[in-house]
């Protein structure tokens, strides 16, 4: 990895339009936004490399806070697991941040083996954080509980995905959700970790109201709440507008190829795009299929393209206090996602420094391929939501 790097002639979503740029990136590390003259880094004795961009889109690198990276085991018997998610599946769809969880099964597909691959994505460049927890309640964790999780394991950032409203859930009580909920938040007091509780949402005929709840009645505050999959059916995606105007953010997964209808309600309910996020929930659809959704639904509302890009980058980044991703700025992470101006293909793909993919082909080589002659082929058979 080239100690400095150099995007030259970008066209900066930083995620709001400012211009034409260049970006200066020192260590994994943005350090200069404006006029970088090529001869000066030239004459610095450290490894360096220059991409003249020519006026390509350059936006910060996604942020998917909620994928099944060590796959999901369906609901279809054990014929239907689904296997663990390679860094190049992720890189394909700009995404350089990643969240990873646990949903109903928490026997077969463990806290042990999440961690260990969210520490294998950070070894390789990329930057991962994982949920501690899954469907149940208490919540099963690494060391017995999620405050003791978060202090003492750096990945933990929060508990999740807890299951409500969804016939898979251990019923929890409001009491019992509403101690789980002040664990993570104190656990974010020692640790300045987000703290977030993120719910996963069912089809139950509850919806949001033990969300609703929890703030009316305990001293719960807004942002310690963060519920996915509200875009599951229509009531449900009504209720998620009405609770962004109580400043809780929510989440659209994006796996079932929905998200242009999603949006669309969204609208007409006043949902605030201010708390609203999109996440891939990624393990029998590919992670790169947020970032297909997102241009389908960009071409189709004739949005401009900062209209979409918070949903991705500042919004999760503020939910998840991730202060040094999200955003293109002096002193944050170099994560950072190049593409066709006009097409929106993706190009480069940037993290931490880092080039993973260049020019379309994927500069990234995992290392466990130097000691092993295995082959793998994976071609889903599924196409459309």
């Given at each position: 990895?080239?100690?400095?790097?150099?995007?030259?002639?970008?066209?900066?979503?930083?995620?709001?339009?400012?211009?034409?740029?260049?970006?200066?990136?020192?260590?994994?590390?943005?350090?200069?936004?404006?006029?970088?003259?090529?001869?000066?880094?030239?004459?610095?004795?450290?490894?360096?490399?220059?991409?003249?961009?020519?006026?390509?889109?350059?936006?910060?690198g996604l942020i998917d806070s909620h994928e099944h990276i060590i796959g999901g085991s369906g609901e279809q018997g054990y014929k239907s697991r689904s296997p663990e998610i390679g860094i190049t599946e992720i890189v394909r769809g700009g995404i350089t941040t990643v969240i990873g969880c646990i949903g109903v099964d928490t026997y077969t597909r463990n806290m042990q083996s999440l961690l260990a691959m969210a520490k294998n994505y950070n070894e390789e460049g990329l930057t991962a954080y994982i949920w501690t927890g899954g469907y149940d309640v208490p919540p099963t964790t690494l060391t017995g509980s999620v405050k003791t999780d978060m202090i003492l394991v750096p990945e933990v950032i929060g508990a999740g995905e807890i299951a409500i409203s969804d016939v898979r859930s251990s019923k929890p009580s409001?009491?019992?959700?509403?101690?789980?909920?002040?664990?993570?938040?104190?656990?974010?007091?020692?640790?300045?970790?987000?703290?977030?509780?993120?719910?996963?949402?069912?089809?139950?005929?509850?919806?949001?109201?033990?969300?609703?709840?929890?703030?009316?009645?305990?001293?719960?505050?807004?942002?310690?709440?963060?519920?996915?999959?509200?875009?599951?059916?229509?009531?449900?995606?009504?209720?998620?507008?009405?609770?962004?105007?109580?400043?809780?953010?929510?989440?659209?997964?994006?796996?079932?190829?929905?998200?242009?209808?999603?949006?669309?309600?969204?609208?007409?309910?006043?949902?605030?795009?201010?708390?609203?996020?999109?996440?891939?929930?990624?393990?029998?659809?590919?992670?790169?299929?947020?970032?297909?959704?997102?241009?389908?639904?960009?071409?189709?509302?004739?949005?401009?393209?900062?209209?979409?890009?918070?949903?991705?980058?500042?919004?999760?980044?503020?939910?998840?206090?991730?202060?040094?991703?999200?955003?293109?700025?002096?002193?944050?992470?170099?994560?950072?996602?190049?593409?066709?101006?006009?097409?929106?293909?993706?190009?480069?793909?940037?993290?931490?420094?880092?080039?993973?993919?260049?020019?379309?082909?994927?500069?990234?080589?995992?290392?466990?391929?130097?000691?092993?002659?295995?082959?793998?082929?994976?071609?889903?058979?599924?196409?459309?939501?």
């Open positions: 990895m080239a100690t400095v790097l150099v995007l030259k002639n970008a066209e900066v979503y930083a995620p709001l339009p400012i211009g034409r740029k260049d970006i200066l990136c020192f260590e994994g590390k943005i350090v200069k936004i404006g006029e970088v003259k090529t001869e000066h880094i030239e004459q610095l004795e450290v490894p360096f490399e220059i991409l003249d961009l020519d006026g390509a889109i350059v936006f910060p409001l009491h019992e959700l509403a101690r789980l909920v002040s664990d993570a938040y104190n656990g974010s007091l020692f640790t300045g970790k987000c703290g977030v509780t993120h719910f996963h949402m069912g089809d139950g005929r509850d919806y949001l109201n033990p969300l609703f709840d929890l703030l009316q009645h305990f001293d719960i505050r807004p942002f310690s709440l963060y519920p996915t999959h509200v875009n599951r059916n229509a009531e449900l995606l009504k209720e998620g507008c009405r609770i962004t105007k109580a400043s809780v953010m929510i989440d659209f997964d994006c796996c079932g190829g929905d998200l242009i209808p999603s949006l669309r309600s969204f609208v007409e309910n006043e949902g605030d795009f201010n708390f609203l996020t999109l996440s891939s929930d990624a393990s029998f659809v590919g992670p790169d299929f947020l970032y297909q959704q997102m241009m389908e639904s960009l071409s189709y509302f004739e949005w401009p393209l900062e209209k979409i890009l918070p949903l991705v980058t500042s919004n999760p980044a503020r939910v998840l206090k991730l202060n040094k991703k999200g955003s293109i700025d002096v002193g944050m992470d170099a994560d950072l996602v190049v593409v066709d101006p006009t097409t929106f293909e993706i190009f480069h793909v940037i993290a931490n420094g880092k080039i993973f993919m260049k020019d379309k082909k994927m500069e990234y080589e995992a290392k466990y391929l130097n000691y092993s002659t295995r082959k793998i082929e994976i071609y889903g058979k599924k196409t459309t939501g």
